[in-house]
């Protein structure tokens, strides 16, 4: 996207994109699945560059859902050895990353995944918890009935405690116990590989997200599909129940 271009186009504030359609790139060309995950890796690193270059001030990638844990073992240890790759090279690359002002946020339950990869997250986390250019959310084991299901226990647990009448509770104590509390909500929802669904991601934040589908697999997803998803966002209009 040009300069001309940034100077007179709405840029989402908070873009959330659904990594779909590694297997089948792999598949297509008689490959592993992991070997599309690879690739969906390296898109999601340029992505992420790209989108803090033009301004999107949150971006939350969809990487491996709560119920992704069916899938066969080898390719969800893959996924894990990417994720885990992934982490390493934040860490390598710390001052860069801290020079763009790029906070890394994980959102998802930690409990089921690897103890070395909570403890580097835990890290990551902290190091960049002063960065305030863009914020990456990484939606890791995450499910949004879950999300809705913890926040919801967390205020349970305050009902319980006498710190909160039940007739009290508002939607701002929802929002304020998802894991993306504090972050808007996502103002474009962006799905590659052909599907028209959310599969469980940031289903309370999405109430009025706009969406964008493309039948473009994650892997030759590039920077100008970014960049047609937020021209076509700019020609919606959004009303929010209004007229």
């Known amino acids: 996207m040009t300069k001309e271009e940034l100077a007179n186009i709405s840029m989402p504030a908070h873009i959330g994109i659904i990594m779909d359609g590694n297997g089948r790139w792999a598949k297509q060309r008689g490959l592993k699945r992991s070997e599309g995950h690879k690739e969906g890796a390296k898109v999601f690193r340029a992505i992420c560059n790209y989108a803090q270059e033009i301004g999107v001030k ?8 709560t119920e ?4 066969p073992a080898e390719e969800v240890s893959a996924i894990m050895d ?3 790759d992934y982490l390493f090279e934040a860490q390598e690359r710390e001052e860069e990353n801290m020079a ?4 890394v946020r994980y959102i998802g339950e930690r409990s089921a995944l690897p103890e070395d990869i909570v ?4 890290e990551l986390e902290k190091r960049s918890a002063d960065k305030d250019v863009i914020t990456v959310n990484l939606a890791v084991n995450y499910g949004g009935r879950d999300e809705i299901l ?3 226990k967390t205020i349970a647990k305050k009902v319980e405690a006498g710190e909160l009448k039940a007739d009290n509770i508002n939607l701002n104590d929802i929002d304020g116990n998802l894991f993306t509390a504090g972050q808007p909500d996502p103002d474009l929802i962006i799905r590659p590989s052909g599907e028209y669904r959310l599969s469980n991601f940031l289903i309370w934040q999405a109430a009025y ?3 964008w589908f493309s039948d ?3 892997p030759d997803f590039t920077a100008d599909d970014l960049d047609k998803a937020i021209i076509d966002y700019n020609k919606r209009n959004r009303r929010f129940g209004g007229i």
Do not use: D, P
């Open 58 to 65: 949150y971006l939350t990638f969809y990487a491996f859902s």
């Open 68 to 71: 992704n844990w069916k899938r």
């Open 82 to 84: 990417l994720f885990r």
């Open 100 to 103: 763009k002002g790029m906070r």
């Open 119 to 122: 403890t580097m997250i835990t």
């Open 150 to 152: 913890h926040a919801v």
């Open 209 to 211: 997200s706009e969406f």
């Open 216 to 218: 473009i697999l994650w």
